[in-house]
Every structure is written in structure tokens, then in C-alpha cells.
């Protein structure tokens, strides 16, 4: 989901594109957690010999971002949450999950993805780009079955880290969609006042896949703020 979008910070920064544990060519990890996915990360910085690193993360990317924020805060200079929120999941959300779970495990991970991504894009991007939804959907179809539980439990038993924004020291960048049904605006404005420094980026016409639907704003507003904490 990065690919295209890295590619406009080419000379301008070195960028590592990770493959959390159980997906793309990362080898799964039995009982993996959040924490676990996190470990992960910082096992890539280290064999990379990376001490300090401006992380950024969409959705459940940045679920790990927080993780890694709470485990090795030393190690970040800055902290960008596309779509993302620190705080743990409802009963109504936990039961959602556990339904998709279940769903997942019956059905396998084609059916969940399908219903999970026709809600995760505005139905005006939909309609315009029928073929990138529908090629977006069939990459994240070639997830195992098993990693796709796995990631659903570890969201839901994962803890609020609202205390890991208020704590930070780096500026923390966010973006937001107006249309975000996954992440209310509501809940964006919310966490964005917990940091003691933080930069807001709006996207009035997006949903939870902004990174997606106008990469071109998600590429200036990222550099604008390495601007900021370089």
C-alpha cells in the first residue's frame, strides 16, 4: 500500500517498507500480539543498524507504531498515525472482531476482505476506480487465513496507549479522514489533543484509505512534516 507513495520521497530520505509478521513475505509468528509485531520492527531498525527513525504507520500499522512508541521511545525522532488511534477497542468493536474471526475461520479470508474494504473506501472512489479496489482487494486476499485471525485478535486484546501520545516528546503527525467510517472524525480531533506537539492533517473528501484514494495530499502533508523535525 506504500509502494507508490515512497516513491516521491526518492533522495530525500531512506525509507523501509516493513512486512509485519504472517503477511507479504514476512514468515508468521505463532500468538503473535501487537507487542510481538512491534519486536518485529525494531529487530528490521537493528539489523539495519538504525538508531533513531521517523515511524509512521496506517490503521493497524499504526496500532504497532504505538506499541513500538511505548517499548522504544528513544528510537523515534517523529510518530505519524494515517488513520489510526491509540485507544483500545469498544465491546461493539471487540465483538466485531470476534465475529470477523469466526467468519474468517469458516469461510476463510476472501469473503471478510471483500465486506471489510467495500466500507473502508468513499463510494465515490468506488465508482471512479472500480479496477484499483478491486486489485487493491485481491493482493490483501493473498494474506493467509491464519495471519488474518491472528491480526484480528491481536487488535482486539490489544490496550488503550493514550498515555504513549501524551508522553512523547517528537511531534506527532496525523491525518484524518472526514469520511473515515472505521476512525470518526470525532475520535481523530480526540487523540490529536494528547500530544504536547502535534501536527493535524485534514482530508475532507477521504475515508480510511486516503493513503489510496489521493496519495498526491498524503506525499505533500508527509513532506511538510519531515520538513518540521529534521
Request: net charge negative; charged share 20%; with cysteine.
Amino acid at each position: 500500500m506504500w509502494a507508490d507513495l515512497i516513491q516521491v520521497f526518492q533522495g530525500e530520505a531512506r525509507i523501509l517498507t516493513i512486512d509485519l509478521p504472517g503477511f507479504g513475505q514476512s514468515a508468521f509468528i505463532p500468538k503473535a500480539q501487537i507487542e510481538t509485531y512491534a519486536d518485529a520492527v525494531k529487530a528490521v531498525l537493528d539489523h539495519e543498524q538504525i538508531v533513531t527513525c521517523i515511524m509512521a504507520g496506517h490503521s493497524m500499522g499504526g496500532y504497532v507504531a504505538l506499541a513500538f512508541a511505548e517499548r522504544y521511545p528513544e528510537v523515534l525522532s517523529g510518530l505519524g498515525l494515517l488513520h489510526s488511534h491509540p485507544f483500545a477497542d469498544d465491546e461493539i468493536k471487540k465483538q466485531y472482531r470476534t465475529k470477523a474471526i469466526a467468519m474468517v475461520s469458516e469461510y476463510g479470508s476472501e469473503r471478510y476482505i471483500i465486506e471489510l474494504f467495500n466500507g473502508l473506501f468513499t463510494e465515490t472512489y468506488k465508482q471512479q476506480h472500480p479496477g484499483l479496489v478491486i486489485d487493491f482487494m485481491q493482493q490483501c486476499m493473498q494474506t493467509n487465513t491464519q495471519s488474518v485471525i491472528q491480526a484480528l485478535g491481536a487488535m482486539r486484546e490489544r490496550p488503550d496507549r493514550s498515555s504513549v501520545l501524551q508522553k512523547i516528546n517528537a511531534l506527532v503527525f496525523f491525518i484524518i479522514g472526514a469520511s473515515d467510517t472505521t476512525i470518526t472524525y470525532d475520535t481523530g480531533l480526540a487523540m490529536s489533543l494528547l500530544p504536547q506537539r502535534t501536527q493535524l492533517e485534514l482530508m475532507n473528501h477521504n475515508g480510511h484509505m486516503g493513503i489510496i484514494e489521493d496519495p498526491e495530499f498524503v506525499a505533500l502533508a508527509i513532506k511538510e512534516y519531515l520538513q518540521m523535525v529534521k
